[in-house]
Nanobody
Framework: QVRLVESGGGLVQAGGSLSLSCTAS????????MGWFRQAPGKEREFVAA????????YYRDSVRGRFTISRDNAKNAMYLRMDSLKPEDTAVYYC????????????????WGQGTQVTVSS
């Protein structure tokens, strides 16, 4: 059974930092494009960041570029999201996703999803 498990969420004050982890099991994701998404209450799920298999190339939504950093460790079958200078509008449930099914870096068309981890930023 393939599983993606997020961890590292929590409550932080505006301007603070959090680091999220996504650990995969059941298959290797070293050859898979992976991404982070988030969903705030009453809003649609939205793309946050993505990372390619090699090099690797990284992609961000405009509102987090320069504040968030996506990375991966293929040896650990894991992906990370470092979030700095957090804002109240970053409050959401954050999801990791693996094995992209189309060619857009910003797609939400992934085969595997984690259960999410809550990030709350207080003002």
């Amino acid at each position: 059974q393939v599983r993606l498990v997020e961890s590292g969420g929590g409550l932080v004050q505006a301007g603070g930092s959090l680091s999220l982890s996504c650990t995969a099991s059941g298959r290797t994701f070293r050859n898979s494009f992976m991404g982070w998404f988030r969903q705030a209450p009453g809003k649609e799920r939205e793309f946050v960041a993505a990372i390619s298999q090699n090099t690797p190339a990284t992609y961000y939504r405009d509102s987090v570029r320069g504040r968030f950093t996506i990375s991966r460790d293929n040896a650990k079958n894991a992906m990370y999201l470092r979030m700095d200078s957090l804002k109240p509008e970053d409050t959401a449930v954050y999801y990791c996703a693996g094995h992209r099914r189309d060619n857009s870096p910003y797609t939400s068309n992934y085969l595997y999803w984690g259960q999410g981890t809550q990030v709350t930023v207080s003002s």
